[in-house]
């Protein structure tokens, strides 16, 4: 059994200007031990998926429509608040996406770190304070029995990060939602951070979710990649399948806009257009405005996500009708 199905999840943010369908009918699901990625353009739904699982969406505005996501036999969606607070922070973890803003600058790193010990596994604050200071050490970060006892600002962006890793890491989690983790870090600290969950999720047995918009970057991390346009899954298969063998246009679109395949000297390839606003009605694919392959039926047809091969699955009309 999965240790993580989503089905039909819907989660759409109530405003003023209209109803935002930030997560449109979302299904997947996730293997005990296995990396999935979660990629595509910013505003394409999936932080919200994520946070809809985490049950962090703020509600007013944002509301769950419909869905289930079963975690080990417990709809997390429809759970109790006892029953979510025993999951969430013990079982699942997750590391978000801005490491300058995600720690509480009036507390010491050491308070922020032990907490989940002392709520979920009740030990005592100095047995609490050990395991903060091997967490610190196990993600590289040197002279911990001192360092712990910091205040944020006292540590640069690359290592609130880790301390962020450390934090979601040392309840030993079965599943770690990676969102973005190393977006605000330069490219020599973010290959460090990389190294460093994938050797976490060899030692912890654990399964992670990594949302990215950087094809790239998942490349050599994840098992299998979900690519999201629009708050729907577009494409999804395993990794070697999604680069070497993309279907959907706009898998093939971000695949093209990867720098380092871009031929020396010429100009960078970039999607034109801009995503959808998802506050209006969409009637056929979203892509189709932007798509270099659109036809006529692709503006009224809205189309299915369908099985192209076993575990390859797309969502682009031409491409099931194999025209292109």
């Known amino acids: 059994m999965s240790l993580l199905t989503v089905k039909d999840l819907r989660t759409y943010f109530h405003t003023r200007n209209g109803v935002y369908r930030a997560v449109d009918g979302v299904d997947f699901h996730l293997e005990r031990g296995e990396t999935l990625g979660i990629v595509g353009e910013s505003g394409s739904g999936k932080s919200v998926t994520c946070y809809s699982i985490m049950g962090l969406v703020p509600q007013p505005p944002g509301r769950i429509e419909s869905g289930t996501a079963m975690f080990d036999g417990v709809d997390l ?10 999951i969430r922070g013990k079982r699942v973890s997750m590391i978000f996406q801005d490491p300058m803003t995600s720690l509480n600058p009036y507390l010491r790193i050491s308070e922020q770190l032990i907490e989940p010990l002392l709520i979920h596994e009740k030990i005592s604050k100095a047995d609490a304070l050990q395991r903060g200071r091997e967490a610190l050490e196990a993600v590289g970060i040197n002279d911990a029995a001192r360092r712990i006892h910091y205040y944020p600002h006292e540590f640069s962006g690359g290592m609130r990060q880790r301390v ?3 934090m979601a890491l040392i309840t030993k989690p079965e599943l770690l939602i990676a969102d973005e983790p190393t977006t605000a870090l330069d490219v020599t600290v973010q290959a460090q951070i990389l190294e460093l969950i994938k050797k976490m999720q060899q030692e912890l047995g654990m399964a992670v979710i990594f949302i990215t918009h950087d094809l790239g970057v998942v490349s050599g991390l994840c098992d299998r990649v979900m ?19 993309p ?25 034109p257009g801009m995503p959808p606003d998802v506050s209006k009605p969409i009637a056929g694919c979203a ?18 996500l369908a099985e192209w091969q076993p575990g390859h699955r797309q969502a ?8 292109i």
């Open 164 to 166: 962020m890793i450390a």
């Open 316 to 323: 682009c009309l031409r491409v099931q009708a194999g025209e």
């Open 247 to 271: 279907k959907h246009p706009y898998t093939r679109a971000l695949h093209r806009s990867i720098p380092s395949l871009q031929a020396k000297g010429r100009e960078l390839f970039t999607i």
């Open 227 to 245: 690519v999201m346009y629009a708050g729907r899954i577009v494409e999804s298969a395993d990794t070697r399948t999604l680069f070497y063998q």
């Open 77 to 86: 969606l429809h759970c109790t608040p006892r029953e979510a607070r025993a």
């Open 287 to 304: 892509f189709a405005p932007r798509c270099e392959f659109a036809a006529d039926r692709c503006l009224l047809t809205d189309p299915p």
